[in-house]
């Protein structure tokens, strides 16, 4: 325990005891660590006595506790006779030494008498000392009153808490208590303004206390003192209450100090030049004062100056001023002007690829003054990581569409920001990182269009975004139609968009607003992000922020208001539905379509919650909002189902994803995205068609690895660039690496089948006929799009190939 001295002797418990005075009043922060350091429980507003018990086995407790026994009993007799004499030597009129003594000397008693902390000897000692000074006639009314006074005191403070207020208390009623002067009075009134600041800042709003003082804030504490002084004004004279009002507000905001640490400032800023300010960090007024409470210019300029030249220094600062003193507010300026700085400085994408590194050391979240600028710049930065660890230049083309259009985005916003200052700093970094992004993405253009491999622009996996995937998305037409012509109608229904896993439902509502109306809003929402929430009210708040964004990510943006917070936090869905009513009457001549994306996932909140109120929002939203229609994408059919949902979902109609159409299929495999070129021969393109039976993933899948494959080739020389094509043979090559890689789709598809499912498909690959028995499970397996209307064969070869393969490990 490095804080606590170990050495004994007169001399360094003195300076211990000097140091607690410092540690109370400059460094209430260090104090508290060095508390817990001695004792967890240990508080700076706690009687270390009452842990008396605990002396024998933490001398370190025993030892702190006699010095706050020595500092409350002996530094307020010193400092009210210093600052008695100090200004009644400047009024100029004599001190009454012998009451204020005499008080001071009924102090030491009482402080003695409390050391052994017996409540029941305090009560004693009360009665006692009333008596004594009632009792001695012989000596003047006055001096009786301040002997007894000084022992009431002195022992009633040991019912109170905490060596800062001991002593402070000491202090000012011991000036106080005499004749009352006015000069006294105030310096008194002073002494509690110190208290206050004194305790508030060791306490750090606890509110404990003994003195109204304590519990108050300092604004609240300077009202405080107006008003006293004030009223002490029709007692005294009025020059009175003025110096008592102006003791307190100098006390409180410790003014005294602030004046030598403002020059202090001013000093270190003018008189070191730019490149030697890291230097000054140690010599902040914070590192000597942690309690600042008015504030002092120029701190976050050195810090961030210092930053170029010194990160750790300046970390290592901002971090002290974070943990240990009241300077939150600076720390966040600096961090605020450094993290501009830093993303300003950007020169080229090696820079910005580096600025998650660099800013990972800021707090999350970020600073107010930061607002939500910097998270976009850092997944900005993440982005084109992302761009940068691609296997293709033409990959990396692509990818870096995601960083640019983020870019272009941020800028529009940033210029309608009330912030004059973040508008103009970041609207020119956003600028230069859009003119470094578009400079690297030319760059690989050329690069990939000079490559001898084959562009690999084949997706398989998530869904299609707009934004990057472009025109690989295929077909679908009378999807899009169907639900533009319904949206439309003067009646139009609850809208069921089913079908299997990755046959593109997501990612035809993704492509939804660029294929039908503009007066049709589309509104993507997740579902499956969405239930995760264990409350009605987190379910409320996250349908409502997914609404919000994807309104903002539609071809025509879309800002919407945010809902009330508190209404939502006391009723959620009557204030969602409000909310919606609200965007509804700002949007005339709009028709929202709402579409729940992963529906099926509604019905774990209905569990988790044990409420139907989100399923009855979906009622109460289809039969009063007549600009609102509901689009529920799912792979399950209401027939699968629970009942209740038959109650909710009434006047739906079904659209469903099927499988690609031949003519679609073909055009993804030859023409996934324009000038592409001619890398298949036409057998390659059937036997891609035969094997996947158009199922649109799984086209993309086996695309990919035969492109795979003939890069391969041409690397190691196999193949010329120019002439390579891919042949059937290839496209068989590739079926044992497609079935690896789509692993999870087929064992999704396996595993979401029921025993007698299963039963039905192991009998098929064995040779077996199916029965007559077996009609219900036909059907139904049929509709799932995994067996021929006859039930006599798989519909896509590649599953069949799975099943095949899975069932010989078993």
């Not at 102090?107 to 029941?120: A, P, Y």
């Not at 009223?231 to 905001?253: D, I, P, Q, R, Y």
């Not at 609850?494 to 503009?518: D, E, F, H, M, N």
């Not at 070129?677 to 990919?704: F, M």
């Amino acid at each position: 325990m490095s804080n606590i001295p170990t050495a004994s002797g007169f001399w360094n418990y003195l300076a211990e005891c000097v140091r607690l005075l410092y540690w109370i009043y400059f460094k209430p922060f260090t104090f508290e660590r060095w508390l817990r350091d001695i004792h967890l429980q240990l508080k700076p507003t706690d009687d270390p006595f009452a842990t008396r018990s605990e002396f024998c086995t933490n001398p370190y407790l025993r030892r702190y506790a006699g010095q706050v026994w020595w500092l409350t009993a002996v530094v307020p007799i010193f400092t009210v006779l210093l600052v008695a004499s100090v200004y009644t030597l400047v009024r100029g009129e004599s001190f009454n030494w012998y009451i204020r003594c005499s008080f001071l000397v009924g102090w030491f008693i009482g402080r003695t008498l409390d050391r052994d902390n017996n409540k029941n000897r305090i009560v004693f000692l009360l009665v006692a000392a009333l008596t004594m000074f009632l009792a001695v006639q012989f000596l003047s009314d006055m001096v009786a009153i301040s002997v007894g006074f000084g022992v009431v005191l002195g022992v009633v403070l040991g019912v109170t808490r905490g060596v800062a207020l001991g002593v402070a208390l000491g202090v000012a009623l011991g000036v106080l208590f005499g004749e009352m002067g006015n000069v006294e009075f105030s310096v008194a009134f002073s002494m509690v303004g110190v208290a206050r600041g004194v305790a508030g800042g060791v306490a750090r709003g606890v509110g404990v206390g003994v003195t109204f003082a304590v519990a108050l804030g300092v604004g609240v504490g300077m009202m405080v003192g107006v008003v006293v002084g004030m009223m002490v004004g029709v007692t005294f004279a009025v020059a009175s209450s003025l110096m008592l009002s102006v003791a307190w507000v100098f006390g409180v905001l410790r003014v005294y100090f602030w004046l030598p640490e403002l020059l202090w400032i001013l000093t270190l800023f003018f008189l070191f030049p730019n490149g030697k300010r890291v230097n000054c960090l140690r010599y902040l007024p914070p590192r000597f004062d942690e309690l600042i409470i008015l504030p002092l210019p120029f701190m976050d300029v050195m810090i961030v100056e210092a930053y170029r030249n010194n990160p750790i220094a300046a970390r290592e600062t901002i971090n002290y001023l974070i943990t240990s003193t009241n300077q939150q507010k600076v720390a966040a300026q600096a961090i605020s002007g450094i993290a501009g700085d830093i993303l300003n400085r950007c020169q080229r994408l090696s820079d910005i690829v580096d600025i998650a590194n660099q800013l990972a050391w800021i707090p999350s979240p970020a600073p107010k003054e930061l607002g939500v600028v910097l998270p976009q710049f850092l997944e900005i930065s993440q982005d084109v990581r992302a761009s940068e660890e691609a296997t293709s230049p033409y990959r990396k083309y692509e990818l870096l569409n995601i960083p640019i259009t983020a870019l272009r985005q941020l800028g529009q916003s940033l210029a309608l920001t009330k912030d004059a200052h973040i508008a103009v700093s970041f609207s020119n970094t956003a600028q230069s990182w859009r003119t470094i992004l578009e400079t690297a993405q030319h760059t690989l253009n050329e690069q990939a269009q000079q490559s001898k491999e084959i562009r690999q622009v084949y997706i398989a996996g998530n869904s299609l975004d707009p934004e990057t995937a472009k025109d690989r998305f295929k077909g679908r037409i009378d999807i899009f139609r169907e639900i533009e012509s319904l949206t439309l109608s003067e009646q139009p229904p609850v809208l069921l968009l089913y079908g299997g896993r990755r046959t593109g439902k997501t990612s035809a509502l993704k492509y939804l607003p660029y294929r039908i109306q503009a007066n049709i809003v589309p509104l993507l929402v997740d579902l499956q992000g969405a239930a995760s929430a264990t409350t009605l009210k987190g379910l409320a708040e996250n349908l409502a922020q997914q609404i919000i964004e994807a309104a903002r990510r539609l071809p025509r943006k879309l800002y919407l208001p945010n809902p009330d917070a508190n209404k939502l936090a006391e009723d959620p869905f009557p204030a969602l539905q409000t909310w919606l009513t609200e965007i509804e009457r700002n949007n005339s001549g709009k028709q929202f379509l709402l579409c729940l994306d992963e529906y099926e996932r509604l019905g774990e909140v209905v569990e988790a919650t044990s409420s139907r109120a989100p399923l009855n929002f979906i009622r109460n939203l289809l039969q009063h909002q007549r600009k609102w229609i509901l689009l529920f994408s799912g792979s399950q059919e209401l027939s699968e189902l629970d009942d209740y949902w038959s109650d909710y979902l009434i006047n739906t109609r079904a659209l469903r994803m099927t499988y690609l159409h031949e003519l679609e299929a073909r055009d993804l495999i030859q023409q996934p995205v324009e000038n592409f070129s001619d890398i298949y021969e036409p057998t390659a393109v059937d036997e891609i068609i035969q094997v996947t039976r158009c199922q649109p993933y799984l086209v993309q899948l086996v695309c990919y690895e035969v492109v795979e494959l003939l890069n391969r080739d041409i690397r190691r020389n196999r193949r010329e660039a120019d002439t390579a094509k891919a042949t059937a043979q290839d496209v068989k090559e590739v079926i044992p690496v497609v079935l690896e890689r789509g692993d999870q789709y087929f064992r999704e598809l396996w595993t979401s089948l029921t025993d007698s499912d299963r039963s039905l498909l192991r009998r098929i690959i064995h040779g077996e006929t199916p029965t007559p028995q077996d009609k219900g499970v036909i059907r139904k397996l049929t509709r799932k799009e995994i067996l021929t209307p006859e039930g006599n064969a798989f519909q896509v070869p590649l599953v069949q190939k799975y099943i095949e393969q899975l069932l010989e490990e078993e």
